[in-house]
């Protein structure tokens, strides 16, 4: 089984969500990771809710220092970043870098922020199944 390791800088967001779906929708094909450089204290409970929509349980998720994977053996790093500087982790055996806008710089009500999300979810999860279903 391959080992996905996502990331990106707050490990709160897209690397959760990407975490999550790979291991619910491939889950017999991938294990999925996520971490991040300077993780936040908790994953956005917007993101969370807006995974539940999908029926997809990231509740229990909590960000990681990309630190906790040093010298675990990582087939697949994907930076999911969008300011251009994300991330590195050498151990891997193949990098790749996915930009998907941050669910944190979105601004507006709470449904405003939540509309934006699932773009967001959509477009990650659209990729996820784009590059690694047909595998």
């Not at 790979?22 to 204290?41: K, L, W």
């Not at 040093?70 to 087939?75: S, V």
């Not at 994300?86 to 449904?111: M, R, V, Y």
Request: hydrophobic share 40%; glycine share 8%; net charge negative.
């Amino acid at each position: 089984m391959k080992k996905i390791l996502f990331i990106c800088t707050h490990n709160a967001g897209r690397s959760q969500m990407a975490e999550g779906y790979v291991n619910a929708t491939y889950g017999d094909r991938y294990s999925a990771f996520s971490a991040g450089s300077e993780p936040s204290s908790q994953v956005n409970p917007l993101v969370i809710r807006a995974m539940q929509e999908i029926g997809v349980d990231i509740s229990g998720a909590k960000p990681k220092l990309i630190d906790e994977f040093d010298g675990i053996d990582i087939d697949l790093l994907v930076t999911l970043c969008d300011s251009g500087t994300c991330p590195l982790f050498p151990w891997a055996k193949e990098t790749i870098h996915q930009n998907f806008p941050d669910p944190k710089a979105i601004s507006g009500t709470e449904e405003e922020i939540l509309a934006g999300i699932r773009v967001i979810r959509d477009a990650i999860t659209g990729w996820i199944d784009d590059t690694f279903g047909s595998e």
